[in-house]
């Protein structure tokens, strides 16, 4: 609001004038309203980080059966049970130990010192000393340190793309007074909080300070802003809750028909002792329901994602995000610095009579050219690139065509100058070449053609017709339609003093910071893969359009908005128009926040990426926010989920097929674990309510969980992607982990295994009574006697517990692809699968021929022919995958041929 008041109207209403505050005055607004610096947020420390790895729904399950376990007395249960909830916890914050540092680099962007007129008296303080009325003067190089409304403004440009994303320094006019509000962008009579000054001078009163400035603003968004959970933090919570819910629906079930059994039998004697007893079994059973190393393998497999990641240079600093990136169907893209380099480049130049690219004009007729844009400039580039960006760019282009500007300035020494203002909209540097004194002008087309009488045309001045005026506007108009800017360069020799009257129009050249070579494959890749690319930026709209044509994220004009638009819109509205608006131009970070809320509201998962604070809130706000590693501010790095290391565009399209491929790895780490302790409570619930004993003890199956839910869970989660995993459509955001064949795949397999364990469970019975004989009466007399458990009992556990652990690594090879043989492990070299299955295998036969172990876990040696015997058995469910694979290739072949049509 302060750009609609004249300076007479700030000085009063901040009690101030040009000679500044008196000390006095400024101690005492010090002392009133704190210092000129950003709120802290509180850091959390690392055993809070520690601590809330135990805020889940899974933790919670598993924690209160490792309670219960304690209070019947079985240590070992509970002890495996605590050993992985602290697993979990550890590599969690191994991974998110770092605490949040958004704010903190918003607070190093804030100059440390500043130059002020106080008591008429022009001093350095420390920046955060600054208060509200202060006279700040300006100058190139310093940083501003508050927000000002200037006063004075003499050739002044700050450069505000970290910002606005504005790619171009702001040139600034004191003078201007506007009638109405208008952008950030667009307010040249203000400068604002962490913005450097890039060339010329000002002063000006501060107008706000502290959380109160526009970068105040953006950390105040950034303070409020509430970070979700991703996609898969949902999904698994869901699936917490379902287990919670089913576990005590399994214990009371389980209770009932005890109680009723027992009822029915007529005897009661030894309720109680019974009870204690289906107790315990119900116990049991709820130890079978929970996969009790999910939330582990879920961690380990991210951890694992995150080394994968590295190689295509993402840095990841949320482990969740990992698995988001599959997800992602929209990615909101800012211009600046990201799709584009950030970098003022000549790509086009008009010179005699002809418009060629940049890089195809013959250096020996462009010499003169790009030596006078050099000359006639303030930029270095020879030791430290210093400067305004357009200046550098001419530097550089003549750099390109061989020439050094250390080397000409010795050849051509400049003696006067006429700096560039807005008004006149030119600039003049005089040399002495060969004893006279040579005069370059550049400046805006216009101008140039104003000042010019003759031309000059492959060697020849001759003077300047109506016919060459027209030529040139036809060629600066077509620059102008490609969104480049222009600028003309004249020249002419004189005896006297510099003047810019009578030049010799030379040439132009057209300038753009030009699109990322990198990023129109990964906008089509991206296309392919049904991922929309969306660019937001502070820029102009036609700046923007011309980039997003050329990356081939926009066709059309009418798929650009505005900021001025969008601002009138309520959030409904921009609900809508996010389904076919693919550019938004000259956007404030609040429209950026609201853009990406935007298209989540039509449940989109939402990528954000960015380099500069003002990207920091949507960022934030973004499903996942990426920002870049090179050029990015420590905003916006601290606000991301994670950091391409290489700033290169093309990383993000890597990494969401990395994204992908991780969350497939998931999605069948989790069916896999969940078909085995579903196998387990089948097996479990069966015959209990056959009234036949446990066929597995709770030893049992955590041993069995334990085995399945470390190595072998972990091999598939770090499984190689599938090649065709990028021609597949993202997924839903709210698209079940049990999507495509996922509750059949896990209920047929979980019967599978469980008719393989009872099978296995009922063969000494079988080789004792015969099959003829058997029946539940016979079954109970051969498993007790005289109410103790005998060594048939033993022996069937024993076989059952080492087909259900073998049944399951089996398993294990056909979930590794369901469309495709297991043979495909040994062609692609999945070694860590192979190592899962015969240390698992190692594991299971140790448990039952060591004597040590056999004690703890009540089992009996096996002979060979037992180990062959249930090996075969243990088979079934690998083989009944390689009989599903054909009818399941041709069924995804279908489905992958409806999307494409």
């Not at 041709?890 to 992958?896: C, E, G, H």
Request: overall charge negative; hydrophobic content about 45%; aromatic content about 6%.
């Amino acid at each position: 609001m302060y750009e609609k008041k004249t300076i007479l109207e700030i000085e009063q209403e901040f009690g101030t004038s040009r000679k500044g505050l008196t000390k006095e005055e400024a101690a005492k607004r010090l002392k009133a309203n704190g210092l000129n610096a950003l709120q802290e947020a509180k850091k959390k420390t690392l055993f809070m980080v520690f601590l809330s790895s135990f805020n889940d729904p899974s933790i919670y399950i598993l924690l209160a059966a490792a309670g219960i376990s304690i209070a019947l007395g079985e240590w070992i249960d509970s002890l495996i049970i605590l050993a992985v909830v602290l697993l979990n916890a550890i590599v969690g914050t191994i991974q998110e130990g770092k605490a949040e540092k958004a704010l903190d680099a918003l607070k190093k962007l804030s100059s440390p010192t500043t130059l002020v007129r106080r008591d008429n008296e022009i001093m350095e303080i420390r920046a955060e000393e600054l208060v509200v009325g202060d006279v700040v003067i300006l100058e190139e190089g310093r940083i501003v340190s508050a927000d000002l409304r200037l006063f004075e403004a003499i050739n002044l440009r700050a450069d505000e793309s970290s910002l606005t994303g504005e790619s171009l320094p702001i040139e600034k006019d004191a003078k201007i007074v506007y009638s109405d509000v208008v952008p950030t962008a667009d307010r040249h009579n203000c400068v604002f909080m962490s913005t450097p000054v890039v060339y010329g001078r000002g002063e000006g009163i501060v107008v706000a300070t502290g959380m109160d400035t526009e970068i105040g603003h953006i950390a105040t968004i950034l303070r409020d802003t509430q970070t979700e959970d991703t996609p898969l933090q949902k999904r698994l919570a869901e699936l917490s809750k379902v287990l919670g819910i089913a576990t005590v629906i399994i214990v009371v079930l389980l209770f009932i028909i005890s109680i009723l059994q027992k009822v029915a039998s007529g005897d009661m004697s030894g309720f109680w002792p019974f009870m204690g007893n289906t107790f315990f079994t119900a116990i049991a059973l709820a130890v079978a329901a929970v996969p009790e190393g999910m939330p582990a393998v879920v961690t380990i497999v991210l951890a694992l994602g995150v080394q994968k990641m590295v190689k295509v240079n993402t840095i990841v600093r949320h482990l969740p995000s990992v698995e988001t990136l599959g997800a992602v169907s929209v990615v909101c893209s800012d211009k600046t610095g990201t799709l584009t380099q950030n970098k003022m480049t000549i790509v086009e130049v008009y010179l005699n009579e002809k418009t060629q690219k940049a890089g195809n004009v013959d250096r020996g007729e462009v010499s003169e050219l790009a030596r006078g844009l050099m000359l006639c400039s303030n930029a270095e580039i020879d030791a430290g690139i210093y400067g305004d960006p357009t200046e550098i760019a001419l530097v550089e282009y003549a750099k390109k065509n061989g020439m050094s500007k250390t080397t000409e300035e010795l050849k051509t020494p400049r003696i006067e100058e006429i700096p560039f203002d807005s008004r006149r909209k030119m600039m003049s540097t005089m040399h002495v070449v060969d004893g006279k004194n040579l005069i370059y002008t550049k400046g805006a087309m216009d101008s140039i053609l104003r000042h010019s009488t003759h031309i000059k045309v492959n060697g020849e001045i001759r003077p300047f017709t109506p016919a060459d005026r027209q030529h040139i506007e036809n060629a600066s108009s077509e620059m102008a339609l490609s969104a480049l800017r222009v600028l003309a360069l004249a020249t002419h020799e004189t005896t006297g003093k510099i003047d810019e009257t009578g030049l010799v129009f030379i040439g132009l050249v057209g300038m753009v910071d030009p699109a990322r070579p990198e990023a129109k494959p990964a906008v089509k890749e991206f296309h392919k893969a049904g991922i929309t690319t969306v660019m937001i930026t502070g820029d102009h709209r036609d700046t923007a359009f011309a980039i997003a044509k050329e990356l081939g994220i926009a066709t059309r004009e009418d798929q650009c908005l505005s900021g001025d638009v969008l601002a009138t819109m309520s959030q409904e509205q921009l609900n809508e128009a996010v389904k076919t608006v693919r550019v938004f131009a000259r956007v404030s970070p609040e429209n950026k926040v609201s853009i990406v809320k935007a298209f989540k509201a039509n449940n989109h998962i939402v990528a954000m990426t960015g380099d500069g604070v003002n990207d920091a809130p949507s960022l934030k706000t973004a499903d996942i926010g990426i920002a870049m590693g090179i050029t990015g501010t420590d905003v916006a790095k601290g606000a991301a989920d994670m950091v391409l290391s290489d700033d290169n565009f093309a990383s993000i399209e890597k990494a969401v097929e990395e994204g992908r491929g991780i969350y497939a790895n998931i999605k069948k780490t989790v069916l896999f674990l969940l078909a085995t302790n579903l196998s387990e409570v089948i097996t479990m619930f069966i015959c209990v309510v056959l009234s036949l004993p446990m066929p597995l003890l709770a030893v049992h199956i955590l041993w069995i969980n334990l085995l399945t839910d470390s190595l072998p869970a972990i091999a598939l989660g770090a499984d190689a992607k599938d090649k065709d995993i990028m021609k597949e459509r993202p997924r839903p955001a709210h698209e079940s982990l049990f999507a495509h064949h996922g509750i059949f795949v896990t209920v047929a397999y979980g019967l599978i295994i469980a008719a393989v364990t009872i099978f296995a469970f009922f063969i000494p019975a079988i080789q004792t009574l015969g099959i003829s004989h058997m029946s539940f009466a016979n079954l109970n007399a051969i498993y007790f006697n005289a109410g103790v458990e005998t060594a048939i009992l033993r022996q069937s556990r024993t076989f059952a517990f080492t087909a259900l652990g073998m049944s399951e690594l089996f398993h294990m090879l056909g979930m590794t692809n369901l469309k495709k043989s297991f043979l495909h492990i040994f062609k692609e070299k999945n070694v860590l699968l192979l190592i899962a299955f015969v240390f698992a295998l190692s594991m299971q036969v140790l448990v039952t021929e060591v004597p040590f172990f056999e004690h703890i876990f009540d089992t009996t040696q096996l002979e060979p022919m037992e180990w062959v015997m249930l090996a075969g058995l243990a088979s079934t469910p690998l083989i009944i995958h390689e009989i599903m694979v054909p009818f399941l290739k041709l069924k995804d072949a279908k489905r992958r041929k409806n999307i494409a049509e």
